[in-house]
């Protein structure tokens, strides 16, 4: 039984792994926040000014220019640039639900209670 379980508990991981990726694939096609830093970095290897317009997709960059600095070396390939960022992104998410579960003691909150918990957490 207890193998089931844990056969169970691979298949919903890697079931959810295969989804993470295709809805960041779709991320991607469709654009996000990401561009504009890779733009920026663009703007700022090209020595423009990278505050001013014309904006990427009518966004304008606000971070700080050192940002900007350290995105120049993954500028060249967006597709993967973003791709790794948002793989990263779900990592640490993933990192920190399992932190959350190591050091806060969830066996007093019921299991409809830890689903809402994590609900809350993914806003």
Same mark, same amino acid.
């Given at each position: 039984?207890? +193998?089931? %379980? ?15 990726? +295709?809805?960041? #694939? ?13 733009? @920026? @970095? ?7 000014? +990278?505050y ?19 995105? #120049? ?6 597709? +993967?640039s ?8 779900? %990592? ?7 932190l #959350? ?21 993914? #806003?």
């Amino acid at each position: 039984m207890q +193998i089931l %379980l844990e056969r169970k508990g691979q298949l919903f991981f890697l079931l959810l792994a295969v989804v993470y990726v +295709i809805l960041s #694939i779709n991320s991607i096609a469709y654009g996000g926040d990401f561009e504009v830093y890779l733009d @920026a @970095a663009e703007r700022l290897q090209r020595k423009e000014n +990278i505050y001013t317009a014309p904006y990427f997709k009518g966004l304008q960059y606000y971070y700080s220019p050192l940002f900007a600095f350290v995105l #120049i070396p993954f500028s060249s390939n967006w597709f +993967i640039s973003e791709f790794l960022w948002l793989l990263l992104s779900g %990592l640490l998410f993933v990192r920190t639900c399992f932190l #959350i579960r190591h050091y806060f003691d969830l066996s007093v909150l019921s299991r409809k209670e830890v689903v809402l918990w994590m609900g809350i957490l993914t #806003i």
